[in-house]
């Protein structure tokens, strides 16, 4: 086991200058809030000093928090490693949306604190892990992590649904994605929004999210619709027809309000609300 570790850490040296970036920034943080903080110096170390590289401290967070009595953390480590080995890609996706939650989330004072307390960023690396499983014809062990997933973050995203990278899912609670549905890249979401179908279509039924979307507290998207590029759904609102690009829509049923859009408002992340901006 040992020896497998180690080809995990160096492939992850290889790949992206994004996970060695984002890898050496949190061991700088880790270090600092250990010192500053010893009470919570064990746990950081299992979690993040003890470990040569960013896929194997990632590994022991999910491990940690979904981890059963019959199916414990070192098991799924185990399952969880195999699946980062042939998909390394996974691991660069994972450093990719760290760096968008720092730079989107004025909440988020640094890198080290989505990987340790934002459970919708743990939620999204244990789907990729899900979604892989779901893909290597894994069916149970991909529904054992989403179910995991459901019961211990409150969010429930098919193994089967794709997800881009550069994602931030804020708060997270009561988020629910359905199979067929596609979110790309850059893509904002906040807490309990349903990307679901309608009831009234089979098959291929799940709202297409294009890149750069936000998507507001509450939003509801049904149906196997798109949502385009750098649009901005508001809070509650249910949307039934496609959107178009870099466009503001609102309301139930939602309707589209204001000018276009100039940038993709999950960058922006201008949501109307002031306070935001300020913090929350
Ligand atoms: C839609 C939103 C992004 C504002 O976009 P905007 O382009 O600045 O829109 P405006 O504030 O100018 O409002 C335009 C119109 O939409 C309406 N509107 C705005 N947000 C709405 C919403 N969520 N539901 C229904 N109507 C809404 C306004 O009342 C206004 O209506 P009017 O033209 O009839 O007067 C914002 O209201 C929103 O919903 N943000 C999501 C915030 C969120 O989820 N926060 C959670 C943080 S934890």
């Known amino acids: 086991m040992a020896q497998h570790r180690l080809v995990l850490c160096t492939q992850d040296r290889i790949i992206a200058p994004v996970v060695q970036r984002v890898w050496a920034t949190i061991r700088q943080e880790a270090a ?14 299992e979690q993040i000093l003890r470990h040569d590289c960013f896929a194997e401290s990632l590994i022991a967070v999910i491990a940690r928090r979904l981890a059963v009595p019959a199916f414990d953390e070192w098991t799924l480590s185990d399952v969880i490693r195999d699946v980062l080995d042939v998909d390394l890609g996974i691991v660069a ?45 894994k069916i149970h ?16 995203i098919h193994p089967a649904a794709q997800m881009g990278n550069g994602i931030l899912i804020d708060h997270a609670t009561g988020l629910v994605i359905g199979e067929t549905a596609v979110v790309e890249d850059d893509v904002s979401i906040l807490q309990g929004v349903t990307l679901g179908g309608t009831g ?43 959107i178009e690009a870099y466009t503001t829509a609102v309301g139930v049923p939602a ?26």
């Open 141 to 156: 062990l991909a529904r054992h992590m989403q179910s995991r997933v459901s019961e211990v973050f409150g969010v429930d």
């Open 200 to 242: 009234k279509e089979c098959g291929d039924r799940h709202p297409k999210i294009r890149r750069g979307v936000l998507l507001g507290a509450g939003a509801t998207v049904l149906g196997n619709i798109e949502v385009g590029e750098g649009a901005k759904i508001g809070a509650g609102s249910i949307v039934l027809s496609s």
């Open 255 to 280: 309707r589209s309000v204001g000018p276009k859009l100039t940038q993709p408002a999950s960058m922006t992340m201008e949501q109307g609300m002031p306070a935001l901006s300020t913090g929350k």
């Open 32 to 45: 600092a809030v250990a010192a500053r903080e010893p009470v919570l110096a064990r746990l950081i170390d």
């Open 93 to 137: 996706a994972a450093a990719t949306d760290l760096q968008a939650i720092r730079d989107r989330d004025p909440a988020c004072p640094d890198q080290l604190t989505p990987l340790l307390y934002f459970k919708g960023y743990q939620a999204l690396q244990a789907h990729r892990i899900a979604h892989r499983l779901w893909l290597q014809n």
